[in-house]
């Protein structure tokens, strides 16, 4: 079993400051992890991905996240926020059932605001 | 602009009615999703479906019927829906890799509203 823990419902953060999003996890295997964010009226979209490559993950838009193994972590980044970046961030681990499909298991989400 | 072309994107429909949401990518991936999701809450898997098979079925009602005609497209069938079928559902896919270690590229969704 698996599971996703977005530590914060809501963080906020003024613009030109540094983002800090905490998503640990739990997982029976070697995980893929994903953070994928999501603008209101929008689908989601991929930030970054881990698949047991580097730890440190460089992402779009400036984000990026390194993997933890020993503190179960996988914490999104980004130096310098913008109000582009308010948004709904989701962490997500990989249950990965062989055989060409598998499904995803979502944090909670973090809602993002920017303070001018 | 995303790959993943959903429509319509919004639709008013009644308990009685029947419809149909489709979803269409072009990017030859071989698995297909379907999640709803209700507001502030992330999204829930529905199906899953692999190499046009359906593979995954989260417990979803009947009134829910998932079709993947080809491997470009996916329809998801509505009959006599409940109120709190209300939600934005959202298509995905992915090159539906052997653990899991592929991302799946999202559609906009469609917002449903029953009355």
């Known amino acids: 079993a698996q599971s996703v823990t977005q530590l914060d419902s809501h963080v906020s953060v003024s613009e030109g400051t540094p983002v800090l999003l905490r998503c640990n996890y739990s997982?029976?295997?070697?995980?893929?992890l994903f953070w994928y964010v999501q603008h209101p009226n929008k689908g989601l979209q991929l930030l970054l991905k881990?698949?047991?490559?580097?730890?440190l993950v460089k992402g779009i838009n400036g984000f990026e996240a390194e993997f933890k193994k020993s503190e179960t972590s996988f914490h999104l980044t980004k130096p310098s926020a913008h109000m582009s970046d308010a948004a709904e961030y989701f962490c997500v681990v990989s249950v990965g059932s062989g055989g060409g499909a598998d499904g995803l298991t979502f944090g909670k989400g973090t809602h993002l605001i920017i303070q001018p | 602009d995303t790959e993943v072309t959903q429509t319509p994107k919004h639709l008013v429909m009644g308990m009685t009615n029947k419809k149909s949401l489709k979803c269409e990518q072009h990017?030859?991936?071989?698995?297909m999703y379907w999640y709803k999701q209700k507001a502030k809450k992330p999204p829930e898997l529905m199906f899953v479906y692999s190499y046009e098979k359906l593979s995954i079925n989260e417990s979803v009602p009947s009134r829910f019927s998932p079709e993947c005609p080809n491997s470009s497209l996916l329809n998801l069938h509505l009959h006599a829906l409940q109120p709190e079928d209300s939600a934005l559902y959202l298509c995905?896919?992915?090159?539906?890799?052997?653990?899991?270690?592929?991302?799946?590229?999202f559609g906009d969704g469609t917002r449903l509203s029953i009355l």
């Open positions: 990017m030859g991936h071989r698995a």
């Open positions: 881990y698949t047991s490559a580097a730890t």
């Open positions: 995905a896919s992915s090159q539906g890799g052997f653990w899991g270690n592929q991302p799946q590229h």
């Open positions: 997982s029976s295997y070697s995980p893929s």
